[in-house]
């Protein structure tokens, strides 16, 4: 992707955490599939409810603008979740705190995509990624076969409800690059659900914020990403 370097690194994770990981492609999320057959046993239905949601703001000076590929445009209805499944329940706090400062690294997440001039755009006080926080009577023992079960039967997991859609939060107003949805599990557990614009970046870019988020929230050093783009001074026009 033309936003984040494309080094071939693998996350960092920490030790509590599952670091099984379903890639979900939403094209596949037909509802026709649904109706099918089960090849393997079936769980009962998952639910999330949400508690409550912040915008975490990206802290930036300069306006950002990071030209598109090809393929950036050729990918711009794909969407690319990941759930990551941790074992403790991870502090509310400690999370908004460490996504607002690995986001000064990663300021494109916050940004808009201007079809126009096909470029990623970021404003100063503008930009911002949508975390929600809610809970769920599932383990995550439960939301894996329910993950398994769904790629079994030829279908994406029937895991969505661990992740927030990139959709317009207001009529008229661009959808966001990037939400953050995090689940706290009846095992005492926690699920973090990051969900990326494919535009913006591929799989191994999304591995990449992971891991400097992770190494951010436990106080790491990590190196800065490369972003291939354009700083413009905000009194630009």
């Known amino acids: 992707s033309a936003s984040l370097a494309r080094e071939q690194v693998s996350a960092e994770i920490p030790n509590d955490v599952n670091q099984t990981s379903f890639l979900v492609n939403e094209h596949t999320r037909d509802?026709?599939?649904y109706n099918t057959p089960p090849k393997i046993g079936t769980t009962g239905p998952l639910t999330v409810t949400t508690k409550s949601c912040v915008l975490v703001p990206v802290d930036i000076e300069h306006h950002l603008s990071i030209p598109l590929?090809?393929?950036d445009v050729h990918c711009r209805e794909e969407q690319l979740p990941f759930a990551y499944f941790f074992k403790t329940s991870l502090s509310q706090t400690d999370l908004l705190s460490?996504?607002?400062r690995v986001l000064k690294s990663f300021p494109m997440l916050g940004g808009i995509i201007d079809w126009t001039e096909l470029?990623?755009?970021v404003a100063p006080n503008e930009g911002?990624?949508?975390i929600s926080f809610g809970e769920s009577p599932g383990t995550a023992e439960e939301w894996a076969r329910m993950g398994q079960h769904g790629l079994a039967n030829g279908r994406s997991p029937s895991i969505m409800g661990l992740f927030d859609p990139l959709e317009s939060r207001e009529i008229d107003t661009p959808p966001p690059l990037a939400t953050v949805r995090v689940t706290y599990l009846g095992c005492?557990?926690?699920a973090i659900g990051i969900n990326l614009s494919h535009s913006?970046?591929?799989a191994s870019s999304c591995f990449r914020f992971v891991q400097c988020w992770s190494r951010e929230m436990r106080g790491l050093k990590y190196p800065i990403p490369c972003v291939v783009g354009m700083n413009e001074r905000s009194s630009a026009t």
């Open 98 to 100: 460490s996504l607002r």
């Open 128 to 130: 911002s990624v949508n």
């Open 188 to 190: 005492g557990g926690t």
């Open 200 to 202: 913006l970046a591929d």
């Open 119 to 121: 470029t990623i755009r």
């Open 31 to 33: 509802q026709e599939l």
């Open 69 to 71: 590929t090809l393929v």
